[in-house]
């Protein structure tokens, strides 16, 4: 009997980890509670998509691999790994002004769209960057 791959789970120090890019195939998570929060994982070769009470939080094309995801009105954290150059999309305010860091490296300011979208670029190849995005 095939085990199911574990595509979302809380990590020891209470943060989220979600995503598969070693995963072959399509993964989904039934609904996975923490915190109070319904949150949904879909990943695949080409996606990671995870919504949280029914509303996008990110989505990476290609796959990838999160680990230690915080989010808080002010700031947001994590581990990202996957196996090459990754776009990145998340929901948080809208028309709002985000400093992105990323391995200790600023990538610069960034402003959310009207729909309240983040978009940015993380150059993966084999190698987890630490992400940090803080509100200004």
Same mark, same amino acid.
Not at 50 to 67: A, M, Q
Not at 111 to 120: D, V
């Given at each position: @009997?095939?085990? !199911?791959?574990?595509?979302? @789970?809380?990590?020891?120090?209470?943060? /989220?980890? #979600? $995503?598969?890019? &070693? /995963?072959?195939?399509?993964?989904?998570? $039934?609904?996975?509670? *923490?915190?109070?929060?319904?949150?949904?994982?879909? &990943?695949?070769?080409?996606?990671? =998509?995870?919504?949280?009470?029914?509303? /996008?939080?990110?989505?990476?094309?290609?796959?990838? !691999?999160? =680990?230690? #995801?915080? /989010?808080?009105?002010?700031?947001?954290?994590? &581990?990202? *790994?996957?196996? =090459?150059? !990754?776009?990145? !999309? @998340?929901?948080?305010?809208?028309?709002?002004?985000?400093?992105?860091?990323?391995?200790?490296?600023?990538?610069?300011?960034?402003?959310?769209?009207?729909?309240?979208?983040?978009? #940015?670029?993380?150059?993966?190849?084999? &190698?987890?960057?630490?992400?940090?995005?803080? =509100?200004?």
């Amino acid at each position: @009997m095939q085990s !199911t791959p574990v595509v979302i @789970m809380l990590d020891t120090d209470g943060t /989220l980890c #979600f $995503g598969g890019h &070693t /995963l072959a195939g399509k993964h989904k998570s $039934g609904d996975f509670e *923490a915190g109070g929060d319904i949150y949904r994982v879909k &990943t695949d070769e080409y996606l990671t =998509r995870i919504e949280k009470n029914g509303r /996008l939080l990110f989505e990476s094309v290609p796959c990838s !691999t999160v =680990r230690g #995801f915080s /989010l808080n009105d002010k700031a947001c954290a994590f &581990t990202l *790994a996957g196996l =090459r150059s !990754t776009q990145v !999309t @998340m929901e948080l305010e809208p028309e709002v002004d985000y400093d992105i860091v990323i391995d200790g490296v600023s990538a610069g300011v960034s402003r959310s769209n009207i729909a309240s979208k983040l978009n #940015f670029s993380v150059e993966l190849n084999y &190698t987890p960057k630490t992400i940090k995005i803080t =509100r200004l």
